[in-house]
């Protein structure tokens, strides 16, 4: 018996030793070449980068993995005990491997073989072997992988803390929906942070690990909420939740929450698309979608907003003057008409309206089929405009029934509405006829004394068409571009007094070129007329007179100082807005003459920190002496330095300010003046109304508004900037200042206020009617009934505006001629 029990002892040592040493050979083994895991020690992985507006409020995410990492010690304990009882219930108590929970595996997996069963093998990887598989290894299936795990998972622990491992996991774990990390999980299930899931929520998160589609809350979700209440029991029999936090739990209902619109700023996504462009260029692809970046973005959520559908309204009214371009498609009626329309595919730039067929027209309406199969009808009122759209954007004869516009069997855009065009209430089930313009635009708004840019809309929908209009489309300011001819003449000796003769004039282009013969929008010629009218009724030929005297050169100067152009080429057809430049260009270029000739930098970005909140860029440059006191004892404010370069005197700047307010009050801006505050600005028009714009501001606003084609053609007879683009900027301005005090203009020092007749110029006579105040400065002379005119007739293009009373030898001005008494002198005209 003796010698029995010494022969099993004996084979029990030796296989002790065989074990033993197959286990270290093993290690040996395996143990070679394994990653590096010190690297854990400083994990960085890839990080949400998020686009914050203004207001705080989330513009946009870029991400590979969307994920936001969160320190073991701001981890719920809810959350971490849920992931615990699911996962690795004795994570803080085994050395990184549960020889335990291996051997319950390895028989449970023995029984399920033995009974036949068809099931996927039981596992028992600790969290530590999984963070060494989701860090270290690949997710290969083999005996091999499992081995060199559990040698990684014994390092891991040797040399880290359990919490560290830990937040390891909670930070990398898959979680479905493309949420890495328990933070990104709570924030797109539950719409929550981590610190508000409910004890059933935090289950839930726990649940996915295992197979995240298998346990999708909408998909498959009694899967889910039974694997939820698995967890939550596990929880209990843990000793984590009480009983009565268990059956509450499990009788709260599995509901995915999304995220509440309210948190983000809708409609900014041209906005942030040029933001998106931007960090790439600057810091690399890899930083956008791996850095978690911080943006603090400069847009406004309530003038994005407004902005947004100021330009759809004013490219609606367009379009719809120019008519009715067809149906989307057809379709056959008959049954099963629901299913063939939901075939249709929905056209971009659509949103947010509806596709509807049409069933029957009446005389006075017509009856539509929607593709959830609910009916509507659409009465005549709501379809009046469809006049048939013509070659050249002309139009056919208004239609005088239904039939004139739709068919049976035509797919159409539709909208539903509660009044009708004339203004009486819409019963349920109306609809108005709608059609996507092909017309586009942009608007840009901006600080006119920090460049911040407020709000930006590249054109009618980013869906239909991702570039955008204000930045990267390179179109011919017209006559917007004229204020800065004139702000070079008045930083010359010229004032908003001097003559400059409206008159035909025929100028060479070069050896073998017909004459350049440039005319009014008008047709008429005003003779000598003042700087002042040059510009409120954008005169061409006063215009190019201009730009010769001064030379093309000064121009070139002028428009690389407000960053319009980089290189204008020296032709006088540049004078008249020929270049190309950006609608963001220009509305910069009028902010630097509303905040007094100050150079600013367009931004759409205030401030960017990187993933540990470290600054690594801010717009505003300026820094604050004296900012930095503990605590406030009554000291004296600090004052913030003005680093902007001065690029123009303040008084020419306010000058050119003063003759755009004209263009409101008596010019081409006439219809801006509805918005009852003081407001100036420009129209501009380019060669057969290609691009109209409009560019003005508020003393505290810039705003640019451009319109045209995406392949340049006219857009049509009589449509100017005037009629195209500033109903646009007229609304915008109307919402954007409606909560303000009318602000009036800043007027700088230097500047001398002289009432005078707006047609000559002249220091007005007392109690005149029609004069108005005249901004000049403190040295100029003022103008008198022998005022000096600009003609342009001699050669050469150097000019002096107010050359002595007896000199004669410039050869380029008449005298105004003298008017008999009681005579009407003559008055400005044409719009342009």
């Known amino acids: 018996m003796l010698r029995i029990l010494a022969i099993l002892f004996s084979l029990l040592v030796l296989l002790a030793l065989a074990g033993g040493g197959g286990g270290m050979y093993l290690f040996w083994k395996y143990g070679q070449d394994l990653p590096d895991y010190h690297q854990l020690a400083h994990y960085e992985p890839p990080i949400t980068t998020r686009v914050y507006g203004g207001d705080g409020r989330l513009v946009a995410e870029y991400a590979v993995e969307k994920r936001a990492f969160i320190p073991i010690g701001v981890i719920p304990d809810r959350v971490k005990d849920a992931f615990l009882s699911a996962e690795d219930k004795g994570f803080y108590d085994h050395p990184g491997v549960d020889f335990m929970g291996i051997t ?145 739990a499990i009788a709260e209902p599995l509901l995915m929450r999304r995220r ?88 971009n730039g659509g949103e947010p309206w509806a596709l509807a067929v049409v069933l029957t027209t009446s005389d006075s ?3 539509i089929g929607l593709v959830d199969g609910s009916g509507g009808t659409i009465p005549f009122s709501e379809m009046r405009w469809a006049r048939p759209w013509e070659k050249d954007e002309h139009v056919g004869p208004a239609p005088r029934r239904p039939a004139d516009v739709v068919q049976p069997g035509d797919v159409i855009l539709v909208e539903a509405i509660g009044k009708t065009e004339d203004g009486k209430n819409a019963a349920a089930g109306t609809y108005a006829l709608r ?49 800065f001819i004139y702000l070079s003449a008045l930083e010359n000796g010229y004032t908003p007094s001097s003559l400059i003769l409206d008159a035909p004039i025929a100028l060479p282009q070069g050896p073998g070129l017909p004459m350049w013969r440039p005319k009014n929008y008008s047709g008429d010629f005003l003779g000598p007329t003042t700087l002042r009218v040059g510009i409120e009724k954008s005169r061409n030929l006063m215009t190019v007179r201009l730009a010769q005297a001064l030379g093309m050169d000064a121009v070139a100067d002028y428009s690389n ?73 009554q000291q004296e404010m600090p004052r913030l330095p003005d680093i ?43 060669n057969d109304s290609f691009d109209t714009w409009f560019v003005g501001f508020s003393p505290d606003l810039a705003v640019g508004v451009f319109v045209g084609f995406d392949e340049p053609h006219s857009l049509g007879e009589k449509e100017t900037g005037g009629s195209v683009a500033a109903p646009i900027f007229r609304d915008f301005m109307m919402g954007a200042l409606k909560d303000q005090p009318a602000t009036p203009f800043r007027v700088p020092p230097g500047v001398r206020m002289v009432r005078v007749d707006p047609a000559t110029g002249r220091p007005a006579e007392p109690g005149a009617p029609r004069s108005i105040w005249e901004a000049f400065k403190s040295g100029d002379r003022l103008p008198d009934d022998q005022e000096d005119v600009l003609d342009g007739n001699a050669e050469g293009f150097s000019f002096d505006p107010l050359p002595s009373e007896n000199d004669s030898s410039h050869g380029l001005v008449t005298p105004l001629p003298q008017l008999p008494a009681g005579a009407t002198p003559p008055l400005p005209g044409g719009l342009y």
């Open 104 to 248: 319950r595996a390895v028989l449970i997996n023995l029984r399920n073989k033995g009974m036949g069963a068809d099931r996927r093998p039981v596992g028992a990887s600790t969290i530590t072997q999984q963070v060494a598989k989701n860090f270290l290894l690949t997710n290969e299936v083999s005996i091999e992988r499992k081995i060199k795990e559990a040698i990684l998972a014994f390092r891991i622990e040797r040399t880290f803390s359990k919490d560290h491992i830990l937040e390891l996991y909670l930070n990398e774990i898959y979680l479905g929906m493309g949420n890495y990390g328990v933070a990104a999980a709570a924030l797109n299930y539950f719409d929550r942070g981590l610190d508000e899931l409910s004890i059933a929520e935090a289950a839930y998160l726990a649940a996915l690990p295992k197979a995240p589609n298998n346990y999708h809350p909408v998909r498959h979700a009694q899967a889910a909420k039974e694997r939820r209440d698995w967890v939550i029991g596990r929880m209990l029999e843990d000793g984590k939740i009480s009983r009565a936090d268990h059956d509450a």
């Open 260 to 347: 509440d619109d309210a948190a983000m700023i809708v409609g900014a996504d041209y906005f942030a698309e040029d933001i998106r462009r931007e960090i790439v260029a600057k810091y690399g692809e890899s930083a956008l979608y791996k850095g978690g970046l911080v943006v603090r973005s400069t847009v406004d959520a309530e003038l994005q907003a407004l902005a947004s559908r100021v330009l759809r309204q004013g490219l609606m009214s367009y379009d719809r003057r120019h008519g009715w371009r067809g149906p989307v498609t057809r379709i056959q009626l008959g049954s099963g008409w629901q299913q063939r329309l939901a075939a249709v595919a929905y056209p």
């Open 561 to 633: 100082r407000f960053g319009i152009y980089d290189a204008l080429p020296r032709q006088l057809a540049m004078s008249l807005g020929a270049g190309e430049t950006t609608v963001l260009k220009m509305t910069a270029a009028y902010a630097m003459l509303v905040n007094g000739g100050k150079k600013i930098a367009p931004t759409l970005v205030d401030r960017i920190q990187d993933r540990n909140g470290r600054t690594v860029f801010v717009h505003d440059q300026r820094f604050c002496e004296g900012c930095w006191p503990v605590q406030y004892s």
């Open 644 to 686: 902007r370069p001065q690029i123009v005197d303040p008084v020419s700047a306010y000058q050119m300010v003063s003759i755009l307010e004209g263009v409101v009050q008596r010019g081409t801006g006439r219809s801006i003046a509805a918005v009852g505050k003081p407001l100036a600005g420009k129209t501009g028009t380019s």
């Open 365 to 367: 309406s017509v009856q």
């Open 435 to 483: 059609q996507i313009p092909k017309i586009e635009g942009a608007l840009v708004a901006m600080d006119p004394h920090t460049g911040r840019v407020l709000a930006m809309v590249g054109g009618w929908a980013y869906g239909k068409s991702q570039f955008n209009r204000a930045t990267q489309a390179m179109r011919q300011p017209g006559s917007s571009f004229k204020p």
